[in-house]
């Protein structure tokens, strides 16, 4: 039962979710014009449904799978894989949508800015904000989380702690800097495009929380995915304040470049990829 869970619920929960995501983006008068043509609306639908069922509900193929996977065999390319189907899902999505139809905002590099987010009135007070931001959201969530644990240790729930940091952080600490910065960068970029610019005015604050979650599903430790839960739910808020994308961004990478440069790196010292910390 369980191995048939894993083998259909990332494609039908893909079509599901792209289901919602066209029902909402029609509701909302945010389908592009060139969207009224079945024959350009279908295929960026089907190609949204792949992305997710392998960029988002992938994870879920791996519950209870106590195997991990051997990160050292693991291409540099492959680190931004992903991030690159996201940003070639966005770009058939506005070639689809806008493409033969002339822009609202005078130039399609405009209305591709305006529809996800990109606009802002001054964008130094914005990037100001997302490092203030950044800085909060990194030692809010953190709190949080050591408060969390050590209300699980004080009622005797030791066993529901991670041991060990995940395979995959461990791995990622090990990576040149330059690599670890590029990482932060992307995924500072390209995630909040995806799951904040393009998904969260579709699906809700709620819905593109959810997905972002499931899309980080590998950490595979439930303290990890509290934290990313609340980091969403944050930078998701943060667009919805700014109604701007540059603030969440520039918090999102400022965190993902501390951890994966400062705290991770450091935190290994301390507690050994083999646990027992």
Excluded: K
Excluded at 152 to 157: D, E, K, L, P
């Amino acid at each position: 039962m369980l191995a048939l869970l894993r083998l259909w619920a990332p494609p039908l929960l893909s079509v599901l979710t792209v289901y919602a995501f066209d029902r909402a983006a029609a509701r909302r008068g945010l389908s592009p014009p060139g969207f009224v043509d079945p024959l350009r609306r279908a295929p960026f639908l089907v190609l949204l449904a792949l992305v997710l069922a392998f960029g988002v509900f992938a994870g879920l193929a791996t519950v209870g799978v106590s195997e991990s996977p051997d990160f050292s065999a693991v291409p540099t390319a492959q680190l931004f894989l992903l991030h690159v189907l996201f940003l070639v899902t966005l770009a058939c999505w506005y070639a689809m949508g806008w493409g033969g139809f002339a822009p609202a905002g005078g130039s399609h590099a405009r209305e591709l800015a305006s529809q996800l987010g990109l606009r802002a009135v001054r964008l130094d007070v914005e990037l100001g904000i997302g490092v203030l931001a950044g800085l909060a959201g990194w030692l809010g969530v953190l709190t949080i989380l050591v408060g969390v644990g050590l209300v699980i240790y004080a009622v005797g729930g030791q066993g529901a702690l991670p041991e060990a940091p995940p395979a995959a952080i461990v791995w990622i600490a090990g990576l040149p800097v330059a690599l670890r910065l590029a990482l932060a960068l992307s995924a500072g970029v390209v995630e909040e495009l995806f799951f904040r610019g393009f998904l969260q005015p579709r699906l809700g604050l709620a819905g593109a929380t959810c997905l972002f979650v499931l899309a980080h599903l590998s950490y595979d430790q439930p303290l990890m995915l509290v934290g990313i839960t609340l980091l969403s739910l944050f930078y998701g808020a943060l667009v919805i304040w700014r109604q701007s994308l540059w603030a969440a961004i520039v918090a999102h990478a400022l965190f993902d470049a501390v951890q994966l440069l400062v705290v991770i790196p450091l935190a290994l010292r301390f507690v050994p990829a083999g646990g027992g910390g």
